[in-house]
């Protein structure tokens, strides 16, 4: 009889013994729960708060670039895009075939939301010298100037034609054409001119359009006019 009690003593304490072990495991658990779940939380936040760091820096620093144009225009925005680098947003509006006025039209929402920080390019007027507007095309364009004059504007001038002779009467026009604007342009604070002034060598076996040695040198210029213009724009330290 004394034996029994000593069984159940014994018992009784491989009981308590297996109770401790359990409460610590579980213990044990919930620790690592906690602590997965607290650096499941850490991570998280630290995630969250890199993507509003991103969109905050991004928000700022990009600048809207918006090229305008018709069949000369065909993947500038891409070359100018990889120049200018991410800090800025380039978007382009390519209309072969068209004239002054549509090419201005062009994704009219889009130029409405620039602002002094931006830059609209604008290349057209081929077609209207061809189809004998030149005057008209001319008048639609500083109309459009006068209303954006707080958008930054870079004009482009019309290429040559090397696929006609030099003195073939569209080519007389491209020069008229070009003299106007630049006379013209010239009143507009908020307006440049890029002037192309590239030889045959830059144009395709055709001769109406650049090739891509010529588009890669107007596009070198291009960044270099748009940096400049919106370097401008920054504020100054007083020293």
């Not at 507007?133 to 954006?148: D, H, M, R, Y």
């Not at 001119?193 to 359009?209: A, E, M, W």
């Amino acid at each position: 009889m004394g034996n029994t009690g000593n069984k159940f003593e014994i018992l009784d304490k491989i009981n308590d013994s297996s109770e401790k072990i359990c409460l610590k495991r579980a213990s044990i658990v919930s620790s690592v729960t906690s602590i997965k779940s607290k650096k499941n939380v850490q991570i998280k936040n630290h995630q969250s708060s890199q993507k509003k760091r991103r969109n905050t820096n991004h928000g700022k620093s990009r600048q809207r670039i918006v090229l305008l144009g018709d069949s000369h225009a065909r993947k500038c925005a891409s070359e100018l895009h990889h120049n200018l680098g991410k800090d800025y947003e380039v978007t382009s509006f390519v209309k072969p075939g068209v004239g002054m006025e549509e090419i201005l039209g062009s994704s009219s929402e889009s130029v409405k939301s620039l602002s002094k920080n931006d830059v609209l390019i604008v290349w057209g007027g081929s077609n209207d010298i061809s189809r004998d507007n030149t005057k008209e095309a001319i008048n639609q364009l500083c109309k459009f100037i006068e209303e954006k004059a707080t958008v930054n504007l870079v004009i482009m001038k019309v290429p040559f034609r090397h696929d006609l002779k030099f003195s073939s009467c569209v080519n007389k026009e491209v020069i008229k054409f070009n003299t106007q604007i630049e006379k013209r342009v010239k009143a507009y604070p908020n307006a440049k001119l890029l002037d192309l002034g590239l030889d045959r060598s830059y144009y395709t076996t055709h001769g109406q359009h650049l090739n891509p040695l010529g588009k890669e040198l107007i596009v070198n210029n291009l960044t270099i006019l748009i940096k400049d213009m919106l370097a401008k724009k920054q504020p100054t330290s007083i020293q």
